[in-house]
């Protein structure tokens, strides 16, 4: 695209102006122009490239650690001591918003488990 348009350019100049000596004084003119740009885009993009690849380079690093961070609280268990009402017997449960019942150890009755904030308390 650039380098067609460049050409009609110069067949331009070419075909109007009669001195050959000032169509490639133009034509060394547009030339040195159109180095100067494309050495500035040419800047542009290394700094650009340069940049997405750090960006990459980061994102990578954060993305390790927090996978890193995410297997370490698979690890960690939260439990609560709760008391049976039935026996008073303590035992630890393990917190779990979709656990909603539990059978005493000891006496072997149901008992209903309310979380209550206990999220926030963490």
Do not use: Q
Request: aromatic share 10%.
């Amino acid at each position: 695209m650039i380098s067609k348009k460049y050409n009609e350019i110069l067949s331009k100049l070419e075909e109007n102006i009669e001195s050959k000596r000032d169509f490639n004084l133009a034509k060394s003119a547009i030339s040195d122009l159109a180095i100067c740009y494309i050495d500035e885009l040419t800047k542009l993009n290394d700094n650009y490239n340069f940049k997405i690849s750090s960006f990459e380079s980061r994102l990578s690093d954060l993305e390790k650690k927090l996978l890193e961070e995410s297997e370490s609280l698979d690890l960690k268990v939260v439990s609560e001591t709760i008391s049976c009402p039935y026996c008073n017997f303590e035992f630890d449960v393990e917190y779990n918003d979709e656990n909603h019942e539990v059978i005493c150890p000891k006496c072997n009755n149901l008992i209903e488990l309310d979380w209550g904030e206990f999220e926030d308390d963490m």
